[in-house]
């Protein structure tokens, strides 16, 4: 029999209640009261040490940063020049051990004049102009303490006192190792950890040796800047400590001191050993109460509990003669109430078991809605599963009482009406309806609605089930428009396609099949593939109907055969038959494809013909082609000679400009040695002077003739030079023509590094900005150059006439590039018209009056550049001129 524990509670929770929770009550109290006390005399005792320390800290601190502030002072006052800086630095560093270096730094942070502890290990002068790290110049700062950094000289870690003034800084590196001997003098035992960190957790000292990294995360550091004491417990690292944070008032550090939480309440910790000695009496003396209280109390009346269980079970026992009448009351009342409990508990569990099983079969599928839908005039929607509020996009509670013509497309009564049917027919009616969503989305839906009898027979309401037929829909329409663009398609092609089933037997034919075999669909569908397609090899003549209809999973075959039509009679085809198989691999019919080419057959006959004749033909072009090749090369030979002949009239009239100054200046000192001999002027100093005037205009005279002997040097072979030398010696021959006509000219030179810009003069003396040279012919470039910059020229002087304006502008830009070289030639004397800007490169086409122009310069110049260099040479308009961009290749 299962024993009843009730009064065995009841009497645990009673001795609780009143003895066992008052005594812990008073525990509890003395040991709060105890941790507070102990917890007040930790942050006492934190708190003194670190506030000692921190002022010793700031005591070391503060002299050495006014220090710092009078030279600072003496610094603004008498510059950074100033020859008793050096002496200040030096005692400085005497005076406070603590300084490893003194820098004095401009307004960019570089290092003017500083003194160090290490001066002797390093020469002075290469520290001077250098950055100092960590010190910001851009925006104005104020007086501040860098944090902790590695010492350029000593490898030490030091912190930075900065001192701002007007024109730069002056900064004292400051040893952080009198900092870790004061914490390490201040640790009691091993379980202290004092530790000076920056504002970011940089650590800058400890007392713990060769301390590194960051306490960002440390708990101690939320509490930074806080100015009431306070201890707080955390857990840190592998185990629980007890600390408090200080703020270092110089510098703005923060100084934390910890201890492990064990070494901090060790007085607490043997209390709680006292109090749990006594706790441990107590409970042992707590049991033996229970015990005696259970000997004497609860087993007797837990007995009479049994007894009572035993009665309500029906169970009769031998009762003294004082206690029948007591028991038997008692035993009918439990047989009464114990037997009306059990009925109860019999019958709701029946009908829990009944409607769970309903509604588990109700809510058993989601693809599928179900809807219960009520019979009033008006019916609205009494329960729905767990598939309606899925499909409908609905909970629950939204589609209880919702008519279910708000579920229909248009509010619809297409739903009541299938009720109303239901009802007349006692039976169930489906129809394809369009339903909406909950977010508006309209969905086909497969509904059928059954009547739902009552147990009295009549109808109680409906039930609607309704599947989205969504993705069927879309995969019929998918279908019907795949098996549509089939038909077309295979009505379109020219090849004729006959498919047939496993069997033989014909189940497609398009209709280019119908023409190439002269039979119509519909009288040979169904026929066997055999009777139909009767073909023969081209070559041989043998027939190929059983090898083209025997085939295997993995069989495509092409042959060039003979097929015998009801109308064309024998044609030839290439026909290709293939085995159509399903996903598992097995041959579920075949595909036979032909294509006639019996006019091809006819074609390739006549072409072979036309070839031999061909090749007679070909044999007697060759000489003549050889003939008109070698005509073509000697015209181009002869062009290129004019080309010459003009560049060099070009030439002449460049240096026709050249000499028109130096004779007319040689002509006024002839004409002056007579009016010098007349007034007695002539004597050796002024001859000499004569014959030095006149002997640096002939010398002068004699360049421009080697500059026209050289310009068409080395026409026949190619050199390696520097492309902008070359350019600058061209645009030398006509700079006197820019003169005189006021056109101003730039010649402008850059690559990745570089650039440099001449105006309006050429140098005497220019170095190439880069060692690049490419293998040309200079003298045809300088032909091309001197071409573009005569038909600049005029470009302007045309323009000048026509518009009355005064510009004359041509610029030169030469751009060494990655790989290649370009070179840029603009001119603002106006744009080349688009209908001439396609043909200015064709032969003997000018836009100069008859007589100027030959139209053979542009055509040449291309020739040269992109037949005799591999360049490019392309013209475009600019918005008030014309650009030619010349582009060459680097040599490989």
Same mark, same amino acid.
């Given at each position: 029999?299962?024993?009843?524990?009730?009064?065995?509670?009841?009497?645990?929770?009673?001795?609780?209640?009143?003895?066992?929770?008052?005594?812990?009550?008073?525990?509890?109290?003395?040991?709060?009261?105890?941790?507070?006390?102990?917890?007040?005399?930790?942050?006492?005792?934190?708190?003194?040490?670190?506030?000692?320390?921190?002022?010793?800290?700031?005591?070391?601190?503060?002299?050495?940063?006014?220090?710092?502030?009078?030279?600072?002072?003496?610094?603004?006052?008498?510059?950074?020049?100033?020859?008793?800086?050096?002496?200040?630095?030096?005692?400085?560093?005497?005076?406070?051990?603590?300084?490893?270096?003194?820098?004095?730094?401009?307004?960019?942070?570089?290092?003017?004049?500083?003194?160090?502890?290490?001066?002797?290990?390093?020469?002075?002068?290469?520290?001077?102009?250098?950055?100092?790290?960590?010190?910001?110049?851009?925006?104005?700062?104020?007086?501040?303490?860098?944090?902790?950094?590695?010492?350029?000289?000593?490898?030490?870690?030091?912190?930075?006192?900065?001192?701002?003034?007007?024109?730069?800084?002056?900064?004292?590196?400051?040893?952080?190792?009198?900092?870790?001997?004061?914490?390490?003098?201040?640790?009691?035992?091993?379980?202290?950890?004092?530790?000076?960190?920056?504002?970011?957790?940089?650590?800058?000292?400890?007392?713990? *040796?060769?301390?590194?990294?960051?306490?960002?995360?440390?708990?101690?550091?939320?509490?930074?800047?806080?100015?009431?004491?306070?201890?707080?417990?955390?857990?840190?690292?592998?185990?629980?400590?007890?600390?408090?944070?200080?703020?270092?008032?110089?510098?703005?550090?923060?100084?934390?001191?910890?201890?492990?939480?064990?070494?901090?309440?060790?007085?607490?910790?043997?209390?709680?050993?006292?109090?749990?000695?006594?706790?441990?009496?107590?409970?042992?003396?707590?049991?033996?109460?229970?015990?005696?209280?259970?000997?004497?109390?609860?087993?007797?009346?837990?007995?009479?509990?049994?007894?009572?269980?035993?009665?309500?079970?029906?169970?009769?026992?031998?009762?003294?003669?004082?206690?029948?009448?007591?028991?038997?009351?008692?035993?009918?009342?439990?047989?009464?109430?114990?037997?009306?409990?059990?009925?109860?508990?019999?019958?709701?569990?029946?009908?829990?078991?009944?409607?769970?099983?309903?509604?588990?079969?109700?809510?058993?599928?989601?693809?599928?809605?179900?809807?219960?839908?009520?019979?009033?005039?008006?019916?609205?929607?009494?329960?729905?599963?767990?598939?309606?509020?899925?499909?409908?996009?609905?909970?629950?509670?939204?589609?209880?009482?919702?008519?279910?013509?708000?579920?229909?497309?248009?509010?619809?009564?297409?739903?009541?009406?299938?009720?109303?049917?239901?009802?007349?027919?006692?039976?169930?009616?489906? *129809?394809?309806?369009? $339903?909406?969503?909950?977010?508006?989305?309209?969905?086909?839906?497969?509904?059928?609605?059954?009547?739902?009898?009552?147990?009295?027979?009549?109808?109680?309401?409906?039930?609607?089930?309704?599947?989205?037929?969504?993705?069927?829909?879309?995969?019929?329409?998918?279908?019907?428009?795949?098996?549509?663009?089939?038909?077309?398609?295979?009505?379109?092609?020219?090849?004729?396609?006959?498919?047939?089933?496993?069997?033989?037997?014909?189940?497609?034919?398009?209709?280019?099949?119908?023409?190439?075999?002269?039979?119509?669909?519909?009288?040979?569908?169904?026929?066997?593939?055999?009777?139909?397609?009767?073909?023969?090899?081209?070559?041989?003549?043998?027939?190929?109907?059983?090898?083209?209809?025997?085939?295997?999973?993995?069989?495509?075959?092409?042959?060039?055969?003979?097929?015998?039509?009801?109308?064309?009679?024998?044609?030839?085809?290439?026909?290709?038959?293939?085995?159509?198989?399903?996903?598992?691999?097995?041959?579920?019919?075949?595909?036979?494809?032909?294509?006639?080419?019996?006019?091809?057959?006819?074609?390739?006959?006549?072409?072979?013909?036309?070839?031999?004749?061909?090749?007679?033909?070909?044999?007697?072009?060759?000489?003549?082609?050889?003939?008109?090749?070698?005509?073509?090369?000697?015209?181009?030979?002869?062009?290129?000679?004019?080309?010459?002949?003009?560049?060099?009239?070009?030439?002449?009239?460049?240096?026709?400009?050249?000499?028109?100054?130096?004779?007319?200046?040689?002509?006024?000192?002839?004409?002056?040695?007579?009016?010098?001999?007349?007034?007695?002027?002539?004597?050796?100093?002024?001859?000499?002077?004569?014959?030095?005037?006149?002997?640096?205009?002939?010398?002068?005279?004699?360049?421009?003739?080697?500059?026209?002997?050289?310009?068409?040097?080395?026409?026949?072979?190619?050199?390696?030079?520097?492309?902008?030398?070359?350019?600058?010696?061209?645009?030398?021959?006509?700079?006197?023509?820019?003169?005189?006509?006021?056109?101003?000219?730039?010649?402008?030179?850059?690559?990745?590094?570089?650039?440099?810009?001449?105006?309006?003069?050429?140098?005497?003396?220019?170095?190439?900005?880069?060692?690049?040279?490419?293998?040309?012919?200079?003298?045809?470039? *300088?032909?091309?150059?001197?071409?573009?910059?005569?038909?600049?020229?005029?470009?302007?002087?045309?323009?000048?006439?026509?518009?009355?304006?005064?510009?004359?502008?041509?610029?030169?830009?030469?751009?060494?590039?990655?790989?290649?070289? *370009?070179?840029?030639?603009?001119?603002?004397?106006?744009?080349?018209?688009?209908?001439?800007?396609?043909?200015?490169?064709?032969?003997?086409?000018?836009?100069?009056?008859?007589?100027?122009?030959?139209?053979?310069?542009?055509? $040449?110049?291309?020739?040269?550049?992109?037949?005799?260099?591999?360049?490019?040479?392309?013209?475009?308009?600019?918005?008030?001129?014309?650009?030619?961009?010349?582009?060459?290749?680097?040599?490989?």
């Amino acid at each position: 029999m299962k024993k009843n524990p009730a009064l065995s509670r009841m009497f645990v929770v009673s001795f609780l209640l009143f003895l066992m929770l008052p005594l812990a009550a008073v525990l509890t109290v003395f040991l709060l009261s105890s941790y507070d006390s102990q917890d007040e005399n930790v942050k006492n005792r934190l708190n003194i040490v670190a506030s000692s320390l921190n002022d010793r800290i700031n005591d070391r601190l503060d002299n050495p940063y006014r220090f710092l502030e009078t030279i600072a002072e003496v610094t603004e006052k008498y510059g950074q020049k100033n020859e008793h800086l050096d002496t200040m630095l030096s005692s400085g560093i005497k005076s406070f051990k603590i300084f490893e270096a003194i820098y004095v730094l401009d307004d960019k942070a570089r290092i003017s004049l500083f003194d160090s502890s290490y001066y002797k290990s390093y020469d002075r002068d290469d520290f001077i102009g250098i950055p100092l790290p960590d010190i910001s110049y851009k925006t104005g700062m104020e007086n501040k303490w860098s944090r902790a950094v590695t010492s350029p000289l000593s490898n030490n870690m030091v912190v930075r006192a900065v001192v701002e003034f007007d024109g730069g800084y002056v900064v004292g590196d400051i040893s952080t190792g009198f900092i870790s001997e004061l914490l390490s003098e201040a640790v009691q035992d091993s379980s202290t950890v004092i530790t000076l960190a920056a504002a970011d957790g940089t650590i800058i000292a400890s007392s713990v *040796k060769n301390m590194a990294g960051s306490l960002s995360k440390h708990p101690l550091m939320s509490l930074a800047g806080s100015y009431e004491p306070v201890v707080l417990n955390y857990h840190f690292g592998k185990e629980e400590r007890v600390g408090t944070i200080k703020t270092v008032r110089t510098p703005g550090w923060f100084l934390l001191y910890e201890q492990s939480a064990s070494s901090a309440y060790v007085y607490f910790t043997q209390i709680l050993l006292m109090n749990v000695g006594s706790a441990v009496v107590l409970v042992g003396f707590s049991i033996f109460v229970l015990f005696f209280i259970r000997a004497k109390v609860i087993v007797p009346m837990r007995l009479l509990t049994e007894r009572s269980e035993m009665i309500a079970q029906g169970t009769f026992l031998e009762f003294k003669d004082s206690e029948k009448g007591v028991f038997k009351e008692l035993r009918t009342l439990y047989d009464s109430f114990e037997k009306m409990m059990i009925t109860i508990d019999r019958r709701e569990k029946e009908l829990r078991d009944k409607e769970e099983y309903l509604r588990s079969v109700f809510d058993s599928t989601t693809t599928t809605g179900i809807l219960i839908i009520s019979t009033d005039s008006e019916p609205i929607i009494m329960d729905a599963n767990v598939g309606a509020q899925i499909i409908f996009g609905y909970k629950l509670s939204e589609l209880l009482g919702l008519p279910p013509a708000g579920l229909i497309k248009a509010l619809g009564d297409e739903l009541s009406d299938m009720c109303m049917e239901s009802r007349r027919t006692d039976a169930m009616v489906t *129809k394809q309806l369009e $339903m909406v969503k909950k977010n508006g989305m309209v969905f086909p839906v497969l509904c059928s609605v059954y009547p739902l009898f009552g147990s009295n027979g009549n109808i109680m309401g409906f039930i609607c089930v309704c599947i989205d037929i969504t993705e069927i829909t879309r995969v019929q329409n998918e279908l019907e428009s795949e098996k549509e663009r089939l038909d077309v398609t295979l009505r379109s092609i020219g090849e004729g396609v006959v498919a047939a089933d496993r069997f033989g037997r014909i189940t497609l034919v398009n209709s280019s099949a119908e023409n190439i075999l002269g039979q119509k669909y519909r009288f040979i569908l169904g026929h066997n593939i055999n009777e139909v397609i009767q073909v023969y090899d081209y070559e041989t003549g043998k027939s190929l109907t059983e090898k083209i209809t025997d085939l295997s999973p993995k069989s495509n075959r092409t042959y060039r055969a003979n097929m015998v039509t009801k109308d064309a009679g024998v044609i030839t085809v290439f026909i290709t038959s293939s085995a159509m198989t399903n996903n598992k691999g097995e041959i579920i019919g075949s595909v036979y494809v032909f294509r006639d080419i019996t006019d091809r057959m006819k074609m390739e006959q006549e072409l072979i013909n036309r070839k031999k004749m061909l090749e007679d033909v070909n044999r007697s072009l060759e000489k003549r082609v050889q003939i008109e090749t070698e005509k073509r090369r000697k015209n181009e030979q002869m062009l290129f000679e004019q080309a010459k002949f003009a560049a060099m009239g070009q030439m002449i009239s460049a240096i026709a400009h050249q000499w028109r100054q130096p004779l007319n200046a040689l002509a006024l000192y002839v004409q002056d040695i007579e009016d010098a001999h007349e007034m007695g002027e002539v004597d050796r100093q002024y001859l000499m002077n004569f014959a030095s005037n006149a002997m640096r205009l002939i010398d002068h005279m004699s360049a421009t003739i080697d500059d026209f002997r050289n310009f068409f040097h080395s026409a026949n072979s190619t050199e390696k030079v520097d492309v902008a030398a070359v350019i600058l010696e061209s645009l030398s021959l006509v700079t006197t023509q820019f003169r005189s006509q006021m056109i101003n000219y730039k010649v402008i030179i850059r690559d990745n590094e570089s650039e440099v810009i001449f105006e309006n003069k050429i140098p005497e003396d220019y170095k190439p900005i880069n060692d690049i040279e490419l293998t040309i012919f200079p003298s045809e470039l *300088k032909q091309v150059l001197l071409n573009i910059y005569q038909n600049a020229k005029d470009a302007i002087i045309d323009y000048r006439k026509n518009t009355g304006e005064k510009i004359g502008n041509i610029i030169t830009t030469v751009v060494y590039k990655t790989d290649r070289l *370009k070179i840029d030639i603009e001119n603002d004397g106006g744009n080349i018209p688009e209908e001439t800007l396609g043909r200015i490169f064709d032969p003997y086409f000018t836009t100069k009056p008859e007589g100027e122009g030959t139209g053979i310069g542009l055509y $040449m110049s291309k020739i040269i550049i992109e037949d005799h260099m591999d360049g490019l040479l392309v013209a475009q308009n600019t918005g008030y001129g014309a650009l030619f961009s010349i582009t060459l290749t680097y040599d490989n």
